[in-house]
């Protein structure tokens, strides 16, 4: 009985916390552009879906998950023969990520949200790949990196573009890279629904 009356105490405090700060859950799908810092790429476009909890009003903490797949041209300036050999080949990465983003709305009101947001983003799991038959690729499988972006709100449905900085190198330096750092750079445009 006592446990009982412990679990019914601990859920009306949620219920009472929910009833205070705002919670919402936002699945989202949207559009990515991605390059490494080095001018031996050109970025592609790739897609992430996922969903995220938003929770607070004017200031709101955001964490999410997301599966992200990055693509980026591979460009050889240097020989005939090795832009021939990749010409067309394009560098995919595909993995989980988790923002945690801690944000403002300028505009609040029911029908629009204005909003700003930064935060940081553990990746895992990523998987690289080159195309074009040319196999598997010796990525980072954990990438740290920030992010910073803007939000609008219309009605129920959320359109959010941020840029993110990678922190540590998004794959692992080859002689073929001359053992240069290739920090990804990112883009993301995305669409949800505030439920």
Do not use: C
Not at 41 to 49: E, L, N, T, V
Not at 140 to 155: C, F, I, P, R, Y
Not at 156 to 182: C, I, P, V
């Amino acid at each position: 009985m006592k446990k009982l009356s412990v679990l019914f105490v601990a859920l009306m405090m949620f219920v009472g916390l929910q009833a205070q700060a705002q919670i919402h859950v936002i699945p989202a799908v949207g559009m990515t552009v991605s390059k490494p810092n080095h001018d031996m790429f050109s970025a592609q476009a790739g897609y992430r879906f996922g969903a995220s909890v938003r929770i607070g009003d004017k200031f709101f903490v955001q964490p999410g998950l997301f599966y992200a797949k990055y693509t980026a041209k591979v460009d050889v300036p240097n020989s005939a023969m090795a832009k021939q050999a990749f010409e067309g080949v394009s560098f995919d990465q595909k993995g989980w990520e988790i923002p945690v983003l801690v944000g403002y709305n300028f505009i609040n009101s029911d029908m629009f949200k204005f909003r700003a947001y930064a935060g940081p983003q553990v990746g895992f799991g990523y998987k690289g790949s080159l195309s074009h038959g040319l196999g598997a690729f010796d990525t980072e499988s954990t990438q740290w990196s920030v992010k910073a972006g803007l939000g609008v709100d219309v009605l129920f449905f959320t359109l959010d573009a941020d840029y993110g900085w990678g922190l540590n190198d998004a794959f692992k330096a080859t002689e073929a890279f001359n053992h240069n750092s290739y920090k990804n750079r990112t883009f993301n445009v995305t669409l949800g629904i505030r439920i």
